[in-house]
């Protein structure tokens, strides 16, 4: 059962706009939130995080905003930059584990 | 590069054999973790380690599966008797125990690609 879940596969986005990844889950014991940039050929990286007790966290051009009455997360990035065409990975911890998304593709077109 | 290394990270190997990854963490992170990842998935939890202890593993971790960190530095995973569906990206990850683990930082290594003919 998918705890943790990315229902857009793929995103395009033209340079300079804004990017919004979304993110759902179910378990409402997850206390912390993840997300994570992955380009091919090398593995995931950490971007940011949010705690349940928050409903926003910036840095930079990155921000997660958390609704926790809808278990729904999402990250903004502006402005998109072509650099940060990558597949994008949520995730939620609540004991000793990372429960990952599928995963969305963001294309940044220049 | 004080990153996370893995090795080899490419294997292709034949139905039923035996096949071995190594991952060496950051050196002060005393958590060590397996990850899986099929085409399509997110990273999918297969064990840990505090130090030497394996401390948690999940039910995708068949009796085939067995991953061990003597001296609670380097980790292997072993996979018996290889099936096609093993076939898969294995992530290795390393965290400081000394982090709030709730902020679920985890470095990861650049992975294994098994391929199993």
């Known amino acids: 059962d998918q705890q943790v879940k990315q229902n857009s596969p793929s995103l395009s986005v033209q340079e300079g706009r804004i990017s919004i990844l979304n993110c759902d889950y179910t378990?409402?014991?997850?206390?912390?939130f993840l997300w994570y940039k992955k380009y091919p050929a090398e593995g995931p990286t950490f971007l940011i995080s949010?705690?349940?007790?928050?409903d926003k966290n910036e840095d930079g051009r990155f921000t997660v905003f958390l609704n926790k009455s809808a278990k729904h997360l999402s990250l903004h990035i502006v402005p998109s930059q072509p650099g940060d065409s990558a597949v994008y990975f949520c995730?939620?911890?609540?004991?000793?584990?990372?429960?990952f998304g599928t995963g969305t593709r963001l294309t940044v077109i220049p | 590069d004080t990153g996370v290394s893995q090795d080899p990270r490419h294997k292709i190997t034949k139905r039923g054999q035996n096949v071995t990854f190594r991952c060496d963490p950051i050196?002060?992170?005393?958590?060590l973790y397996w990850y899986r990842q099929t085409l399509g998935q997110g990273p999918e939890f297969l064990t840990y380690?505090?130090?030497?202890?394996?401390?948690?593993k999940s039910r995708l971790l068949s009796d085939r599966f067995s991953a061990e960190r003597p001296k609670g530095s380097f980790s292997t995973l072993e996979i018996q008797r290889t099936e096609q569906g093993d076939s898969a990206m294995y992530l290795c990850?390393?965290?400081?125990?000394?982090?709030?683990?709730?902020?679920?930082?985890?470095?990861f290594g650049e992975g294994s690609r098994l391929t199993v003919l």
């Open positions: 378990n409402s014991m997850f206390d912390y």
């Open positions: 949010i705690s349940s007790i928050k």
């Open positions: 995730a939620a911890t609540g004991a000793n584990n990372l429960f």
């Open positions: 050196s002060e992170h005393n958590r």
């Open positions: 990850a390393s965290s400081l125990s000394f982090l709030p683990w709730n902020t679920g930082e985890l470095f």
């Open positions: 380690f505090q130090n030497e202890a394996q401390l948690e």
